[in-house]
């Protein structure tokens, strides 16, 4: 048998699309499985995108673009970063259109990692950030935040991890798991040492309309100087409900987005032609949409936080934003639950999808053990249920 290479020998399969699969399985086999693992708004797109995608097939409109992307979509994506969020200094030679925005970050960390890089993540973190980072040959270095603190890294304890060794940091905001966001006075204190430490900045803002408790605030518009070492990461996946037409974007200096269009121009080329003209369509007429999904899901959220923590020994934390919760079921550990005892948290994903057919994910995926996270993109009378069932496992 050939032997793999050594870059992915220890890379770890996703969490998040192994649990959803799992659920798909179960309910192709005729059981309903309530999925709250996928980070996969329920929605269908916008009816302007839809229209638009049709009206490109029909116009033959399946040819290659330029590379990093059309040049249309580059320029509306420049005026949304300059309007929305004050990023000024944009035009198309800072912008690349990716085939979804894992796309994009992984592309940014190849080309901005070296073979024994640090990279600084602050845990909980997504799944993919810490395998990507192997993948470009660089060493995660999770900063392990806690409950107490919100999951929030603390500003005025942050240059201790900057050590010699390490070359950037990811910033998710709002987080996928934990929904916590960061203040224009944090996140300026974030940049400003990253400046100071000479280190990238990666600021993977792809929940930023997910905002709940104020106004989302870019680490790029914040100074020229933190413009120039940051690299941010979005998409239309979750604000258009569009995940699996793979379109993602990220904005930085033209010299960092020159090596991104290289490493794209070998890989996967354009992204799907069809799926940014529709994209053009979203910027240009579906904001409504946006505002409406969000108006919902923050429903979603204030039930699913109030209903986790009415039950027996679990903690939940409000979200700021994004369209998870990160609940603690430490209390539930080394107990009995439907005949099993978990000992971690996937232990217990696993006996709440088997026993109460319902789908999480363990926490120790993200970096921290002792949770679970759930997506609420399924609408609240099937949220109702999920909790239902939850409850009647843990009363047992």
Not at 40 to 59: F, H, L, N, R, T
Not at 266 to 277: F, K, V, Y
Request: aromatic share 10%.
């Amino acid at each position: 048998m050939l032997e793999f290479a050594k870059r992915v020998q220890k890379i770890e399969p996703s969490a998040t699309l192994t649990m959803a699969a799992r659920s798909k399985e179960m309910i192709k086999s005729g059981l309903d499985v309530i999925s709250l693992a996928a980070g996969e708004p329920d929605w269908d797109p916008p009816q302007e995108a839809k229209d638009a995608s049709i009206k490109a097939v029909q116009g033959g409109n399946a040819h290659y673009t330029e590379n990093s992307g059309l040049p249309g979509l580059k320029d509306l994506i420049a005026e949304k970063l300059k309007n929305e969020n004050a990023i000024m200094t944009l035009d198309k030679k800072n912008i690349i259109i990716t085939a979804g925005a894992k796309f994009a970050l992984y592309s940014a960390l190849q080309a901005l990692v070296n073979e024994g890089d640090e990279v600084l993540v602050p845990a909980p973190y997504w799944v993919s950030y810490v395998e990507q980072i192997r993948l470009a040959g660089g060493v995660p270095k999770p900063i392990v935040t806690s409950e107490d603190e919100g999951f929030k890294i603390e500003v005025d304890d942050l240059e201790k991890y900057f050590t010699p060794g390490v070359k950037g940091i990811i910033l998710n905001y709002p987080s996928n798991p934990s929904g916590v966001t960061y203040t224009r006075e944090e996140l300026q204190a974030i940049g400003e040492l990253a400046v100071k430490k000479n280190v990238f900045i990666i600021s993977d803002e792809i929940y930023e309309y997910f905002s709940y408790t104020g106004k989302h605030v870019s680490m790029a518009s914040l100074s020229k100087e933190i413009f120039n070492n940051t690299v941010t990461i979005n998409g239309f996946s979750k604000a258009y409900s569009m995940p699996g037409w793979r379109v993602g974007y990220a904005a930085a200096a033209p010299e960092i987005i020159k090596k991104m269009d290289e490493i794209q121009s070998h890989s996967t080329s354009n992204p799907n032609t069809i799926a940014q003209q529709a994209c053009i369509a979203c910027l240009k007429s579906s904001r409504y949409y946006v505002e409406k999904m969000v108006m919902e899901f923050k429903v979603r959220r204030d039930y699913i936080v109030s209903a986790l923590s009415s039950l027996h020994g679990v903690r939940c934390q409000v979200p700021d934003g994004a369209f998870y919760v990160y609940p603690n079921i430490q209390y539930y550990l080394d107990k009995e639950i439907g005949g099993s005892i978990p000992v971690n948290s996937s232990d217990f994903s696993g006996i709440l999808l088997e026993k109460a057919h319902v789908s999480v994910v363990p926490g120790s995926a993200f970096g921290l053990e002792g949770y679970v996270r759930l997506s609420y993109t399924q609408p609240v009378n099937r949220l109702e249920e999920a909790v239902k069932r939850i409850r009647n496992l843990l009363d047992k």
